[in-house]
């Protein structure tokens, strides 16, 4: 990130989980410069003080983190990945713990803190928005409803768990993440078989691919944060680039890019097959546009999808 981001007064305290994922590292790093104070929730804390550096405090549990101390801020952004192994009950069930049960323990905490943070910044997906039909021209907003699927139900419940903060005075704002792009997450392996030159549509290639540059993301998180020492920003929040675009346009934008070929398709029916319920991630799609964002006057540094490649490539 090239430009130092303002996350509002320094000094603050500001707790995060999922600390050592994709987007967690490069939020911590962005709050460090910008002289916040940070401690880190996560299961393995001799690996966290490896890669976040000494600067970070890091605890394994919330009952680690004693109830007299200020926090001001939370990031809640832990969650096991999504994509991977199929979503048998079992799966499921892990999904909802890291997600759901976690964010419970972080509320439990709140409802006990001798002094209450002023925000929960809690991570959701688009996949709130369940799956939109290849040929829906309908665009989606915050006030889109969900669909009873798992993807969505998940992500209602994963919400409602981080809302129930705000019954103890405390802002909540739930981000609905798009496609993550940056060097880690799920870039890198969309990317493989284009660098290979086996790239292609997968399925019909028309499915909506919502993204946002990781540089946005966490540009839009201390956003927030700055906001909320002056105006309420609870709620649900896109965190989404203003162009949606569809499978095949990306594969197609990241060949050019790359000067490789991009002819050779994956069909549905074997993703389907490897994946169950979970293929709707990759062969279905949502356009999903960031309205609040937008309407409240935050500014996208990479709302086009051939720049924000170009950045990281």
Known sequence: MDTALSFGASGQTVLVTGATGFV???????LLADGQHVIALTRHTARARRLLGDAVRCIGSMAALPLGERVDVIVNLAGARILGPRWTPARKAVLRASRVGLTGQVVQWIAGAASKPRLLLSASAIGYYGVQRQDDPAVLTEASPPQPVFMSQLCQEWEAAAGRAAQYGV????????????????????????RLGVGGRMGSGRQSLSWVHIDDLVAALAWLARRSTELPVQGAWNVTAPQCTTQQAFVQTAARLLHR???LPTPGWPVRLLLGEQADLLLEGQRVVPRRLQDEGFAFRYPDLAEALGALL
Do not use: D, N, Y
């Open 24 to 30: 967690g590292r490069r939020l911590v790093a962005a």
């Open 171 to 194: 802002q909540v704002a739930c981000t609905r993440f798009g496609l993550v792009l940056g060097h880690g997450g799920a870039l890198p392996p969309m990317l493989l078989p284009v």
């Open 261 to 263: 070929p991009a002819l």
